[in-house]
């Protein structure tokens, strides 16, 4: 059975930090795209950065700077390092895996709320 099961997420005040984790298990996570998605109240879903089986990496323009992607394949965990966080990244943050046309999985979200 698949899993990834997402940690890290809280309450922060503006321009504070946070690392998001996201452990995997049933998966050779080491052939895997894992990606950090996010959606707030009212918004659709978005990808807020992608990192390859190969450690290449995209991010949403809004966070180029701010967040860090990273992978531990030992680990079979993604992290999401994200500082000088604002309001706007207020949202629930989802982890994703994608390997060739298997089905995405997806993790059950952790809260990331910025607020003073």
């Known amino acids: 059975q698949v899993q990834l099961v997402e940690s890290g997420g809280g309450l922060v005040q503006p321009g504070g930090s946070l690392r998001l984790s996201c452990t995997a298990s049933g998966i050779i996570f080491s052939v895997y795209t894992m990606s950090w998605y996010r959606q707030a109240p009212g918004k659709e879903r978005e990808l807020v950065a992608r990192?390859?089986?190969?450690?290449?990496?995209n991010y949403l323009d809004s966070v180029k700077g701010r967040f860090t992607i990273s992978r531990d394949n030992g680990k079979k965990t993604v992290y999401l390092q994200m500082n000088s966080l604002k309001p706007e990244d207020t949202a629930v943050y989802y982890c994703n895996s994608v390997y060739s046309n298997i089905d995405p999985y997806w993790g059950q979200g952790t809260q990331v709320t910025v607020s003073s």
């Open positions: 990192i390859s089986n190969s450690g290449s990496t």
